[in-house]
């Protein structure tokens, strides 16, 4: 590809291997992305329906899971430059709910063991992912506090909640935290925090400021909590597979889909739907250090900040499964702090969606993928059609 760097012979080959994935019945269809200084490379692949005839389109809607917290947490950083929010000021003034924390003493424990939180929680700790509270990487229903928050409503998922933001931090005000604030790095339910804390500060919906400051300005015109009906004939059918077949199972249909209507709970976490060229907006701005077209959605040192790994070593502690080896944590965004394989260089910045997304980008390289699939992940560890594409683009580099 002229300009880019990018073999376009090698880039076919990235095609013939994920086609592979879809012939073999791993996924129904995908779309790939890769972007590399100014030149893009989209392939639609497969079908929009298991065992359906409708090809995958190019701007076929994913539900986009964990790749909606980059997005809440740069939506954060606009209020700091505002200064309406402060990384390192309690976030009580704006959620009371999460005043006078209580800490179990330990994580099998009874909720009722527990000691007085050293310190308030800040809005560095939810962008940080050290709030005190998250998901619990233990076998479901291991320990009693796991049992609260899913009897809560407020476990960890791909689905939004199904209460109002009010009620949900209600609830979760009501349960001790896990560990201190600022102790550990505890997955997703910061981004969910952040996002009623966002909508709080600026005095109006979480979706509507997405969609004022980020998503407009950006002209994702297609990424929303809900998809209209005019373009639900875009949004794919999604599966899980059936741990001992491999049987794709149908999670969400688009006739009937929680997406297709108004949401209680925008979910900060991963409650968005997005297109690749519309994801690639997002990326290209945080490549570009916060600009876009004209003008600016964020300054450069917030970008810079938002991508600067922020976990000690101890705090990374029990999170392999969900960080690789070499992977620190930004605002909202994995950070790889080391080259620790082909497709991974200090630097490079994303995440992935449980709903089967991954998206990444690497200044380094100028470069971003996106991969959307519509197959739920299996395990907090990437399957191998990640890798695979991930892999593939890396290889694609020619200079």
């Not at 800490?103 to 992912?129: H, K, M, S």
């Not at 794919?236 to 741990?243: F, K």
């Not at 964020?298 to 790994?309: F, G, I």
Request: proline content about 8%; aromatic content about 6%.
């Amino acid at each position: 590809m002229s300009g880019s760097g990018l073999s376009r012979e090698r880039l076919d080959r990235m095609r013939d291997v994920m086609s592979g994935y879809v012939e073999r019945g791993d996924v129904p269809g995908l779309v790939t992305l890769v972007h590399r200084r100014g030149e893009t490379r989209v392939e639609a692949l497969g079908t929009m329906a298991a065992g359906g005839t409708v090809p995958m389109r190019r701007d076929a809607i994913f539900r986009i899971a964990s790749l909606t917290k980059p997005i809440t947490a740069a939506a954060a950083m606009i209020l700091v430059e505002e200064c309406k929010l402060r990384l390192d000021e309690p976030v009580d003034r704006l959620l009371p709910e999460l005043a006078d924390r209580r800490v179990l003493q330990r994580l099998e424990g009874p909720l009722d063991d527990t000691v007085p939180a050293r310190r308030p929680i800040t809005l560095r700790d939810l962008l940080t992912f050290r709030l005190g509270i998250g998901a619990v990487l233990a076998p479901r229903g291991t320990h009693p506090i796991q049992r609260a928050m899913e009897e809560a409503g407020l476990s960890p998922s791909p689905n939004p909640p199904a209460i109002d933001p009010d009620e949900w931090m209600k609830r979760l005000g009501a349960l001790p935290l896990v560990h201190q604030p600022g102790e550990r790095w505890m997955y997703h339910t910061g981004s969910e925090v952040l996002g009623v804390l966002i909508a709080r500060a600026a005095g109006q919906s979480f979706a509507s400021f997405l969609s004022d400051r980020i998503l407009d300005p950006l002209g994702m015109r297609d990424t929303s909590f809900q998809v209209p009906a005019e373009k639900l004939d875009r949004l794919p059918p999604s599966y899980r597979a059936r741990p001992a077949t491999g049987e794709l199972v149908l999670q969400d249909d688009p006739a009937d889909s929680r997406w297709g209507r108004p949401v209680a709970f925008p979910s900060g976490g991963g409650g968005l739907v997005s297109t690749a060229d519309d994801y690639l907006a997002f990326c290209r701005m945080m490549l570009d250090r916060g600009r876009h077209g004209g003008g600016r959605v964020l300054s450069r040192p917030s970008v810079e900040l938002m991508t600067s790994n922020h976990l000690a070593p101890e705090q990374r502690s029990g999170t392999r499964s969900f960080l690789g080896p070499d992977e620190g944590w930004g605002f909202g965004v994995s950070v790889s702090v080391r080259r620790f394989d082909l497709a991974t260089t200090p630097g490079r910045f994303g995440w992935n969606g449980g709903t089967g997304t991954s998206a990444y980008s690497d200044p380094g390289e100028d470069l971003v993928g996106v991969l959307l699939t519509q197959r739920h992940m299996d395990s907090t560890t990437s399957p191998a059609v990640f890798q695979d594409f991930w892999t593939s683009a890396y290889r694609a580099i020619d200079d």
